[in-house]
């Protein structure tokens, strides 16, 4: 179960039906609202219990989470250069995300974040692409490719993370690979939620992308500005649940070795928790009061967009 969005249709005004049945509606309403929020709040099962522990500051900025992790090299991939899966050891079924380097990128960029994400509870495939010059475009389709690739090794047998894909998959990138995000929220409908970080694509109309986006951005960015790329497409995006957050530093920002990572991943960890597992303890950090000491923090936060409540 996700978290509910807000509803941009309009009904007729229901003091128009029966009063019987404007009681029946509101109080099927009222107990549907009260499960939902009662399923979303549930942690994942499995895990040996760990993540049943309410996330905290101090837990989300430390390096990992509560759960170990091991590491999987991917021994043939199919639509993308290579491939090394980072995944919880505790049993128990978990999204996946697909991470995505920008141009003349390795999986190193992001690598800092496949445990982050794997200790509290995601399979997590980092990719390195066919070539280093690779468009976003083919980015995109190789987020696709990892995305399917990652399926299908957890429904099989006989690897380590079998039975350990629940089906529902996110992506980040940086640059580039951000732009690649970007195209697969577009063309993946496979892909609930993206992270697309100092994001850069040269052709884009991401308006009809539906799904729950957070955008992070260098301010000293000289290659992939938020105002020339991030915040066009924040600002077209009427459909989505999105989260914008421009950080100081410059284009390799989000990258392994730069930038705050204890703010960072908190942020990320927060996001995919909260749209891939449903997960409302981590809305707090990006929506409630936990997270107004990072955003009122201009020394860490530039700037900051979001549609909450989600």
């Not at 690739?149 to 079998?162: D, K, V, Y």
């Not at 694509?201 to 290659?223: A, M, R, W, Y």
């Given at each position: ?101 920008g141009y003349l990128g390795t999986q190193q960029n992001l690598q800092w974040l496949a445990p982050r994400l794997a200790s509290w509870g995601f399979v997590v495939i980092n990719v390195g692409t066919n070539t280093l010059i690779d468009d976003p475009e083919s980015r995109g389709r190789q987020i696709t490719a990892a995305g399917t ?14 039975g350990k894909v629940n089906g529902t998959l996110g992506a980040a990138g940086h640059s580039m690979g951000g732009g690649g995000v970007m195209a697969a929220l577009r063309d993946d409908s496979r ?120």
């Open positions: 179960m996700r978290p509910s969005r807000r509803s941009t249709n309009t009904t007729e005004p229901l003091r128009t039906l029966p009063r019987a049945l404007t009681a029946l509606i509101a109080l099927a309403t009222t107990i549907g609202l009260a499960l939902t929020l009662l399923t979303a709040a549930a942690p994942p099962a499995g895990a040996s219990g760990l993540l049943s522990q309410d996330p905290t500051t101090a837990s989300l900025e430390a390096t990992n989470g509560p759960l170990t992790t091991a590491t999987y090299a991917v021994p043939s991939p199919s639509g993308y250069g290579s491939g090394t899966v980072t995944y919880p050891t505790a049993s128990g079924s978990y999204p996946g995300v697909v991470l995505m380097p690739q990652l399926l299908a090794l957890g429904n099989a047998t006989g690897n380590p993370i079998s892909f609930r939620a993206g992270v697309p970080t100092a994001p850069y694509h040269t052709n884009p109309n991401f308006s009809g992308i539906t799904e729950p986006t957070f955008f992070l951005t260098c301010k000293s960015d000289p290659v992939a500005g938020g105002d020339s790329y991030a915040v066009p497409w924040y600002n077209s995006m009427s459909q989505a649940e999105k989260l914008y957050i421009e950080v100081p530093g410059d284009h390799l920002c989000p990258m392994t070795g730069y930038g705050d990572k204890a703010k960072q991943g908190k942020w990320i960890v927060s996001f995919f928790s909260l749209w891939l597992r449903a997960d409302t303890r981590f809305s707090q950090f990006l929506c409630g009061p936990a997270r107004d000491a990072d955003k009122n923090n201009t020394s860490l936060v530039t700037r900051w967009m979001d549609t909450c409540q989600f």
